[in-house]
């Protein structure tokens, strides 16, 4: 082969190979606009589905919830549709709650009160709500927000009892404010601070201290308190505290045995029968003055009892740890306690209250309060003179 036909074949080569590079540029063209084209018509379904089918959904799925009966309403939402239209009002127009461009303050509201009945995650509200993630929490902690700020006015001012009191429970207590008592709740804490939160029975905990009046709505609740700490020790806080709980000299509250017989705080006789567990089942009627009062006692103090027990049977959020920070755990049992009293206001029928049994066993101011919580000789002479009288009046109704 001469050096003529060498350079032919070269030539015809590089031909060649040119219009395959060429076929393959085409080809490559070809299936990336293909590929282009595919996910424009992937994202036009996606649009699709964002603006016309999940927004119908989010509208009947609200609908479901409080549009049709007060059924279904209150077992999400645990309250009437009435309740739920005035709790909106008064977040939006006293705690600042504000309509958003895609969710509406009673959206927000049915978000938060959803996760505060039944204790559902993230992850299944947003299903629920066919919202993200990032908008369920957004709009949790919104509305936590507002609904602390209404504490000064869902939280009831104590009225003592009067000479006019008919209730039979009540009307030995006059000047009583109410009833208090610590209860746990679990919470969730960093490993190293499990020790400072962990109570008696070895549960991890925080001792919340409330405070209810004879209609069994909260007056004053302090929560943030450690497992660890003793009953005594929150009660002195909240009375020492500059916005805490304040007790009129000549008022008092009834409370049990883990707090000192002293000025505001009536306590029942230690070493005699007391709850009223004790009283059932035909036991003997009471054999002296102390075991009179102490049944009366623990009548009326049973309200306290009965208030916890109404507050974890309707947020199934306290009954058991969540995952927030303990901060805003606390936070949340504070809103529940507000939320609490907002039902006992508007609604005049509670179901849940129904299947609450009548016992229940729980393990800037002005004018002068008292601001010690030690035994005083003076008041347990009071309770004695008390218990007398109570006695005396039994025993001439049953003689």
């Known amino acids: 082969m001469d050096l003529a036909q060498r350079d032919e074949i070269v030539v015809a080569l590089n031909a060649t190979i040119v219009q395959i590079v060429k076929e ?60 739920f239209s005035r709790l909106c009002y008064l977040l939006e127009y006293s705690g600042g709650l504000t309509d958003k461009r895609f969710v509406t303050v009673p959206e927000q509201v049915a ?42 006015v869902l939280l009831v001012a104590p009225k003592p009892i009067d000479d006019n009191c008919t209730d039979s429970r009540w009307k030995w207590f006059k000047g009583c404010l109410g009833a208090l008592n610590d209860t746990y709740m679990k919470v969730r804490v960093p490993t190293s601070e499990k020790g ?71 306590t029942p006789y230690r070493g005699v029968r007391y709850h009223l567990k004790e009283w059932e089942d035909g036991a003997s009627s009471p054999q002296n003055p102390e075991e009179l009062f102490n049944l009366r006692h623990s009548s009326s103090r049973n309200v306290i009892e009965r208030t916890f027990g109404l507050l974890e049977a309707r947020w199934g959020i306290l009954r ?27 609604m005049t029928v509670d179901p849940i209250e129904i299947e609450i049994p009548e016992i229940i066993e729980l393990v800037g101011d002005s004018g002068e309060f008292i601001s010690t919580i030690d035994t005083n000789p003076i008041w347990s002479n009071w309770r004695d003179e008390l218990a007398s009288r109570m006695y005396n009046d039994w025993c001439g109704h049953h003689s």
């Open 111 to 152: 978000i938060f009160l959803s996760v505060l009945a039944h204790h559902k995650k993230n992850r299944v509200v947003k299903f629920d709500f066919i919202r993200s993630g990032r908008t369920v929490s957004i709009y949790f902690n919104n509305v936590l927000a507002a609904l602390l700020k209404l504490h000064s």
């Open 24 to 83: 393959l540029l085409v080809l490559i063209y070809v299936y990336q606009s293909q590929l282009n084209a595919n996910c424009s018509h992937a994202r036009a379904i996606k649009r699709s589905y964002h603006m016309s089918t999940r927004l119908p959904d989010q509208i009947r799925h609200m609908r479901r919830l409080f549009k049709i009966g007060d059924t279904a309403c209150v077992e999400n939402l645990r309250m009437n549709r009435d309740a």
């Open 196 to 266: 400072r939160y962990r109570t008696r029975k070895g549960d991890i905990a925080v001792n919340v201290l409330g405070v209810c009046d004879k209609s069994m709505k909260f007056i004053y609740v302090l929560t943030g308190w450690e497992g660890s700490a003793v009953d005594s020790r929150v009660l002195r806080d909240a009375v020492n505290r500059p916005n805490g709980l304040k007790v009129p000299i000549g008022n008092y509250y009834l409370c049990d045995n883990r707090y000192t017989n002293g000025d505001g705080f009536l």
């Open 320 to 346: 058991s740890s969540s995952y927030y920070p303990i901060k805003v755990q606390n936070r949340i049992i504070m809103a529940c306690c507000l939320l609490h009293n907002f039902i006992r206001n508007e």
